[in-house]
């Protein structure tokens, strides 16, 4: 009943009557935090999670107190705190009291991945950013924003809200893009170039964005790309790092979300994958069945394109194991570092790398 409710209020209602009071209360109820702290703030729609956990990487070996808010974690120093389930942005309440936290333990700096329902829902309504970038804006998101122009004006409030706007040059390889949109943040708060290049090459992958899970007589990646866009980088950066052998994708869409995305999703795997085995990711209230129809829809028939349809993830990346032959990559997108698949409205316990190990093993078997 709620959620039909919801439905037939506009977005700009409860935006303005619900989320902007809330986030007003909580920088009051905890004083404005961020005016004691240098704040900087990371928006896109690819590239935002790897570019802000990067620039803490440069800022901390430079010696600066910083922290960090991701899509994966908070990081305190030492101290690493789950942000919650299928979340960015916390909370107005939840991001201020972990700000005056922050500030309370000694950290000056605070790297603050930002999304664009973050923005719109002014969860960060009172945050004083010194520092904005924007790695990109392609396609996504549209179920809520309507049109890429008001994804595109979500996007730009953190430019408005931010006293230093960063350019960066950008690239169609994602990694130098994040290299280069982290570097010039951290030359924005005065780190030499020196510096920067010494620091990049101590950087380890972060869990779930290209990250080599099992490297034997085949490959397997884990990475987080939900949308078109990144699909692609990360299919054409497999493709262009990995001559040999054949690419072996796994995913799906996740319910409820941008609709428009499936197909083109579906053309992109089918032109850079050799196999395609479509399943779930968080298909809550639709059925997986309508949401990979939607996806197969787009999709383009190849003589080497195979394609294959298993509703159960752990399945499917069983099946994609067992297909697996020496030389071949396994890269399995959409689930990556989350710790829940939504069915229904019920988040049940899921491990993309637990997944793995389960397929492994059953491969050993046979």
Known sequence: MLQKIRKIIPNFIVNSFWHLPKAILANFYYGFPSKNLTIIGITGTSGKTSTAHLTY?????????????????????????????????????????????????GFTHVILEVTSHG?????CWGIKFDYGLITNITHEHLDYHKTLANYKKAKLKLLKMSKNKIN??????????????????????GINQNMINKAIKTFKTIPGRMETVYQKDFTIIIDFAHKPDALEK???????????????????????????????????????????????????????????????SGFIK???????????????????????????????????HEKSMCFGTIEHPWSEHQAVKTALKLKSKN
Do not use: W
């Open 57 to 105: 990487h440069l800022l901390l070996k430079s010696d600066f107190k910083v922290a960090l808010i991701s899509t994966i974690s908070a990081k305190l120093g030492k101290k690493e705190i789950g942000i919650g389930l299928h979340v960015t942005n916390p909370d107005p309440f939840s991001l201020q009291k972990l700000l005056k936290n922050i500030y309370k333990k």
């Open 119 to 123: 923005l719109v829902q002014h969860r």
């Open 168 to 189: 960066f040059k950008d690239s169609k390889d994602f990694n130098i893009a994040n290299q280069n949109a982290a570097s010039s943040l951290a030359k924005a708060v």
């Open 234 to 296: 990360a299919l054409f950066m497999i493709r262009k790092n990995h001559k040999k052998g054949r690419i072996i994708s796994v995913f799906g869409c996740a319910g409820l979300r941008d609709t428009l995305k499936r197909p083109m999703m579906g053309k992109i795997a089918s032109q850079l994958s050799d196999i395609t085995i479509l399943t779930a990711e968080d298909p809550r209230t639709e059925t997986v069945k309508d949401i990979n129809d939607q996806i197969k």
């Open 302 to 336: 190849k003589k080497i394109n195979y394609l294959y349809r298993q509703k159960d993830r752990q399945k499917a990346i069983n099946l994609a194991v067992e297909l697996a032959k020496p030389g071949d990559i396994v890269a399995l997108f959409g689930k990556s």
